[in-house]
């Protein structure tokens, strides 16, 4: 560590750390745009120019090193004059299109005049005119006039993905960006070419025109669609009090995490999160229950308890059968372990889990689950669903998840279901499967509840509730541990569990590998 | 003495031709470098020489060489050929009379720097010059001054001939080295700099071609001789430019520290019949303008930077009293707007939007803010670009706007 003065305030920084990363350590911002962390400094928007004592020149706060006792100004006459022509220059070519972009309010350009333009323009000449609607990939769109130049989409394309289909061609004012003979942005990663566009050149259709981004909320969670586990933010429109605005997800974007996904996502996470409020079930259903009318949860959980219960009374617990699903958190696998596997002695334990997928090499794994590593931590031996051993002797099943749809038919899935005499789902969806089942009980997806999950790297991260869980849906840890206090068994060691921090911490105790992961 | 150094035998027919040349001494200097001198020995020498930088900017030669750090990486030396500054033509001539004195200094500073391979980045359009430049290269290779183990020595040396595309920028040595490695010519953020990361991330010395063409002078007659040749911290000839209103335009070879006045009026012949004297640009036209009673100045690095101007190439432009100010200010605008790279922001949209400004001007259409909006901008360029050719604009746009804001306001 050596220290440094920025603004005259002596700080404490590491030794070969830049100007730009130290001042935002000591929480003071200067303005970039070319500059993103994931790439070595570009030095061309002239944003972050700073004063340096002992430098003739104004110095790019991106590139600089911090030396000892370096003495930096990064809000001094000098500095703000230079901001403020940058902002002027950028401004002049650009068309001020603000009402009709779709990044407004989410725009760097924007906040930057905020904060240091606020001049009257002098720009008295003609804009130079460019194309304003490129396609340039499956659902971007460039707008050559709103474009700085900053480079971070040509960038990304040749350091992230190497597959650079952008370039900047001619020269000058003429700059700009393009594709190369009409090729398209064709990679598993295009969209993230919308998210560091600090200004409204590249624009998504999938989110354009939509709304307004001031509108939406964002909100942590982790992306479920493959095993990396990506740091997500869920764009949320919470709807109006007074209007009729429906509560809808608009978009996901990647959220930085070094250790997983860096800055990126997908376009897989990105652009399918359809499944988050799709066709989703609600209500708890009733096909056919023997005896009693059941209603709610609470009532549910009764009857499930008893009748598991009774079954293992009588020394028939060998007629229990269970469909697991590697979307569930390590805390509910947990819970499932505990009650199933060591205290009811189950054998009958199938997985249904999405067919796997392609990898693509860099995020993307070939399993489209999130915590597959978990499930395997926690001791299962992950077999997939066969639906003969399923059925044969079986008597009552309890089967979680609507994956099972995605590995057989309809016809097929009927005709082993039939032979079981009860049988209860706890699933996201409202679907066919679910007349194939006595109860459906509609649960909770990860970005609505809390919980922790394992990565393809055994990286344990945890995760809060996003979303609202639809209707009478529930988390199932929740379902877990009220099935585990029902049972009486072991009745006790469920009581403690309100919330599945209190699950990971007693994880930590009984698994080694989770151990400090909590 | 003789007074000419690098053009004493411009006039010989043939001089481009090895058998020529070597008959005038050629190949004496590689023979004593590379037989009877070390690298210390050679870069001492060149040092000591204080031979500056013919490109523009006059750094060191000898200084920029021993930046190169001690790494297994392989070296290279890069020869700017691109002489695309305005107003300079005397690269073109040493290449095309004499392309061995050339080739002789790139041996040398080789040797002198560890270096195995060097390109000559010759401007695009001067193709007739490269076609010579290979002719040249290949009678080395013959006579074994190229190739391996050059003059029984144990060193190799290859020498490749690289054609630009014809930008300006390609001139500014890290825009030069992208293009060399076939990407666009942008120039490249320093720190780090050529010399340690430079053509393929390797160390790399880039020198102009004049820089590199007076090495073998120095090896056959020693720094001392050198300095006399031109002034103590300012070793050597220098090749002026002549262009312009003057009788006979044209290169011509003299001690740095020659005064301007001398060089236009005794040597270029004088102005034109029927013309005066206005203004003149000292150092290609990147160099702030000159007054016509601002000529008495010696022209040299200091002397210029003194008087807030710079030698640069060694260009000098010379305006008369006929030639609209106006004017000047439209070509030097529209210049830098055409060839700034577009990379980073002020260069890009000021050149452009001063060059917008002018032309308005010269329609007809100037209004009265007009002269304090392209100082401002001009100022706003100045000093704040990602390369200098941010302040080769600025620079004479701010000197000529201020020197001549009279003439310029007429026209609003």
């Known amino acids: 560590m050596i220290k440094i003065f920025i603004d005259k305030d002596p700080v404490e920084v590491e030794e070969g750390t830049t100007v730009l990363k130290a001042a935002e350590r000591a929480g003071i911002h200067i303005p970039h745009l070319c500059y993103h962390p994931a790439f070595p400094p570009e030095g061309s928007c002239r944003m972050c120019l700073v004063e340096i004592e002992g430098f003739p020149k104004l110095e790019l706060a991106c590139s600089t090193v911090v030396k000892k006792d370096m003495k930096i100004s990064t809000k001094s006459e000098r500095v703000v004059e230079a901001r403020k022509a940058v902002l002027e220059f950028l401004l002049a070519e650009h068309p001020l299109d603000c009402p009709i972009c779709d990044k407004a309010g989410d725009c760097k350009l924007q906040d930057y005049y905020d904060e240091y333009g606020l001049f009257e323009s002098q720009f008295k000449e003609v804009k130079e005119k460019r194309e304003k609607k490129l396609k340039i990939g499956k659902t971007l769109i460039l707008d050559q006039e709103r474009c700085i130049l900053c480079t971070r989409c040509v960038r990304f394309l040749r350091e992230v993905t190497e597959t650079q289909e952008l370039g900047v061609f001619h020269r000058g004012v003429h700059s700009s960006v393009n594709i190369y003979d009409g090729a398209t942005v064709v990679n598993n990663y295009a969209g993230n070419l919308a998210e560091i566009c600090p200004v409204g050149a590249i624009t998504d259709e999938d989110f354009r025109f939509k709304t307004r981004s001031w509108f939406l909320e964002k909100r942590e969670s982790i992306c479920p669609l493959c095993s990396r586990g990506c740091n997500i933010l869920i764009e949320y429109h919470p709807g109006f009090a007074r209007f009729e605005v429906p509560k809808k997800v608009y978009r996901i974007k990647a959220r930085e995490n070094p250790e997983v996904n860096g800055f990126w996502i997908c376009d897989r996470g990105r652009y399918g999160y359809s499944y988050l409020e799709e066709g989703r079930a609600d209500q708890i259903i009733l096909n056919k229950i023997d005896g009693e009318n059941v209603l709610t949860w609470e009532n549910i959980s009764e009857y499930l308890g008893e009748k598991i219960k009774r079954l293992y009374s009588a020394k028939k617990a060998t007629g229990i059968a269970l469909i697991l699903h590697t979307w569930l958190s390590n805390e509910e696998l947990f819970l499932v372990h505990k009650i199933f596997k060591e205290d009811l002695k189950v054998e009958k334990i199938f997985f249904a889990d999405p067919p796997q997928i392609e990898a693509d090499g860099y995020l993307l794994t070939s399993d489209p689950s999130p915590n597959i590593r978990g499930a395997l931590e926690i001791g299962f031996d992950i077999k997939t669903v066969d639906l003969d051993a399923l059925a044969d002797g079986t008597d009552f099943l309890l089967a979680f998840g609507p994956f099972l749809s995605g590995l057989f038919s309809l016809g097929d899935l009927k005709e082993a279901l039939d032979k079981i005499k009860g049988k209860v789902l706890f699933s996201y969806y409202s679907n066919e499967l679910n007349s194939l089942f006595d109860i459906v009980i509609p649960v909770a997806l990860i970005a609505e509840k809390a919980g922790s999950l394992t990565n393809v790297d055994g990286i344990v991260q945890s995760f809060q509730p996003a979303l609202e869980p639809p209707g009478e849906s529930l988390p199932e840890w929740k379902v877990l541990a009220d099935l585990g206090k029902k049972l009486g068994i072991d009745s006790k060691f469920f009581e403690k569990f309100t919330s599945p921090d209190a699950i990971l911490g007693e994880m930590g105790k009984k698994i080694t590998f989770f151990q400090e992961k909590e | ?412």
């Open chain 2, 1 to 412: 003495m003789k007074e000419k150094v690098l053009t004493e035998h411009f006039g010989l027919e043939n001089l481009y031709k090895i058998d020529v040349y070597q008959k005038q001494g050629g190949y004496r200097a590689t023979e004593k470098a590379l037989k009877k001198m070390s690298p210390e020995e050679i870069l001492e020498e060149v040092k000591k020489a204080n031979l500056r930088g013919r490109g523009g900017a006059g750094f060191p030669a000898g200084v920029k060489w021993s930046f190169v750090p001690p790494t297994d990486k392989p070296r290279y030396l890069c020869v700017n050929a691109d002489e695309g500054e305005p107003g300079t033509f005397k690269d073109r001539y040493i290449m095309s009379h004499n392309p061995h004195m050339l080739l002789e200094g790139i041996i040398i500073t080789s040797f002198c720097v560890g270096i195995n391979a060097a390109f000559i980045y010759i401007r695009g359009e001067y193709e007739a010059i490269a076609l010579r430049l290979e002719q040249a290269i290949s009678e080395a290779y013959e006579k074994g001054f190229l190739g391996k183990n050059i003059v029984e020595s144990g060193f190799d040396l290859d020498v490749y001939v690289h054609r630009g595309a014809g930008a300006y920028i390609c001139g500014e040595e890290t825009a030069l080295l992208e293009s060399l490695e076939g990407k666009r010519g942008n120039p490249r953020l320093k720190p780090p700099f050529p010399a340690s990361v430079g053509l393929w991330q390797c160390p790399t010395v880039i020198n102009n071609v004049e820089t590199i063409s007076n090495i073998p002078h120095i090896i056959l007659n020693g720094a001392e001789w050198f300095i006399k040749k031109g002034l103590p911290k300012d070793g050597g000839t220098r090749i002026f430019g002549v262009s312009g209103m003057v009788k006979n335009p044209g290169i011509y070879e003299l001690p740095l520290g020659t005064s301007l006045k001398d060089i236009i009026f005794k040597h270029a012949g004088g102005m034109k019949e029927g013309k005066k004297l206005k203004a003149v640009i000292p150092g290609g036209m990147s160099a702030p303008i000159l007054t016509a009673d601002e000529i008495g100045i010696k022209m040299d690095f200091d002397s210029l930077v003194e008087a807030n101007s710079m030698l640069g190439s060694a260009a000098i432009i010379v305006i008369d009293d006929k030639t609209s100010i106006l004017d000047v200010l439209k070509v030097v605008t529209k210049f830098y707007s055409h060839e700034s790279c577009g990379q980073c922001t002020p260069c890009r949209i000021g050149n452009s939007w001063i060059n917008k400004i002018v032309k308005r001007i010269a329609e007809g259409k100037g209004k009265k803010e007009d002269i304090d909006s392209i100082l401002r901008l001009a100022s706003n360029i100045e000093g704040n670009t990602l390369c200098p050719l941010g302040d080769a604009a600025a620079m004479p746009i701010l000197s000529i706007t201020k020197k001549f804001r009279k003439e310029l306001e007429s026209h609003l």
